[in-house]
């Protein structure tokens, strides 16, 4: 059957994990049209990875930009109500835990049109994180849960939203490393580690609000990562929330000047995946991260009390360990870290296709 679909992007994890989805269903005997709702609205943080990740032009960009996570929201509700208005889609496809995965959602259910979930059944257990509230939400109205692993899929079952037939509900793996495999020959190709004059050195990326807007604590952060500089280059490129938070830090400056850190704006996907398997060590509050970093084969120090991606954890067979948020003692768990040896942790199935099968009905 013909089937009109839409698929939501917004913020710059979900690029990665559409891509694949994006192309199978193209390859389908289904319509489809692409929307982009401008959560991430910095060119660096979406035109450009539109660009490596081989999507096309969306059709439709709501510019919502930044905002508190009601206005966020809202604005997204206000634009793809209009949107279905002009087209009613049969299904729509949402991806991962932000605040456009929860409004497209949420509008979709109420116009009657069915609701795909990738990356269904994330639990953190804390519910002070905001995408832990979306991810419960959304999870609650989807009519298609795909997830990532096992553990995604019990926390469903816990939560009795696996509900017979009202709910399709499989483990699929992880879109996001089918667009690494598809890449990985390009970003093999990247200059980067030239550009920068690197070697041995830990990558670095904080950005949740939890690490970040609170002065006092990000400044002890910063102090941790200078510390650690001492004994191994960092290598920390900014995410633009990041760089405004630093920037009403005292001595931040002095800081990063001071010491052996490279910092760099925003980068395009392939210099950061050829940055990432090529690091000794990942430094990290970011959830994709975890998971390409077990792809790579990379150990990974997670600076959260919680994880969604418990699939990841050293425990269950991946290179990622949770170290909190104290920043205590960093430079002597990266010491500890580097020295293990990991295997990549590559998931084999076409996830992507998966998704689209499923989807369409074949």
């Not at 690029?15 to 319509?31: G, N, Q, S, T």
């Not at 499989?170 to 495999?181: E, H, N, P, R």
């Not at 490279?262 to 395009?268: A, C, E, H, K, S």
Request: aromatic share 4%; charged share 25%; hydrophobic share 35%.
């Amino acid at each position: 059957m013909h089937k009109k679909i839409d698929v939501i992007v917004g913020a710059r994890p979900n690029y990665m994990k559409a891509a694949p989805v994006m192309h199978a269903l193209e390859r389908h005997d289904c319509e489809v049209r692409l929307i982009h709702t401008g959560q991430h609205y910095d060119p660096e943080l979406s035109e450009n990875l539109f660009k490596n990740l081989g999507l096309r032009k969306e059709d439709m960009n709501f510019r919502v930009g930044s905002g508190s996570h009601a206005d966020q929201t809202a604005k997204v509700m206000v634009e793809y109500e209009k949107a279905t208005n002009l087209w009613l889609p049969d299904i729509t496809v949402v991806f991962g835990d932000v605040n456009s995965t929860l409004a497209c959602a949420l509008v979709a259910q109420k116009k009657g049109v069915k609701v795909a979930h990738v990356e269904a059944g994330c639990r953190s257990e804390d519910m002070r994180m905001p995408e832990e509230v979306n991810r419960i939400i959304v999870d609650s109205i989807s009519n298609y849960l795909f997830c990532v692993s096992e553990f995604d899929k019990a926390n469903l079952t816990k939560e009795s939203i696996v509900n017979g037939d009202k709910t399709t509900v499989m483990v699929v793996g992880d879109t996001m490393i089918d667009s690494l495999k598809k890449c990985e020959s390009s970003f093999d190709s990247s200059g980067i580690l030239e550009r920068l004059s690197l070697s041995e050195y830990v990558l670095c990326t904080v950005h949740r609000p939890s690490n970040v807007d609170n002065e006092v604590k990000l400044e002890k952060l910063l102090g941790a990562i200078r510390d650690l500089s001492r004994e191994i280059e960092i290598v920390m490129p900014l995410h633009p929330r990041t760089r405004k938070m630093m920037s009403e830090v005292n001595g931040a400056s002095k800081i990063l000047s001071d010491s052996n850190i490279v910092t760099t704006g925003p980068l395009d996907y392939f210099d950061f995946m050829k940055l990432q398997k090529s690091a000794k060590c990942m430094l990290t509050d970011s959830g994709s991260v975890q998971s390409e970093s077990c792809a790579f084969g990379v150990p990974c120090l997670t600076l959260r009390e919680n994880t969604e991606r418990p699939h990841t954890l050293v425990v269950n067979g991946g290179t990622n360990s949770l170290i909190g948020s104290s920043f205590d003692n960093i430079a002597d768990q990266v010491s500890s870290a580097i020295i293990k040896d990991y295997s990549p942790v590559i998931d084999e199935m076409e996830t992507g296709e998966i998704v689209a099968d499923v989807i369409c009905g074949r």
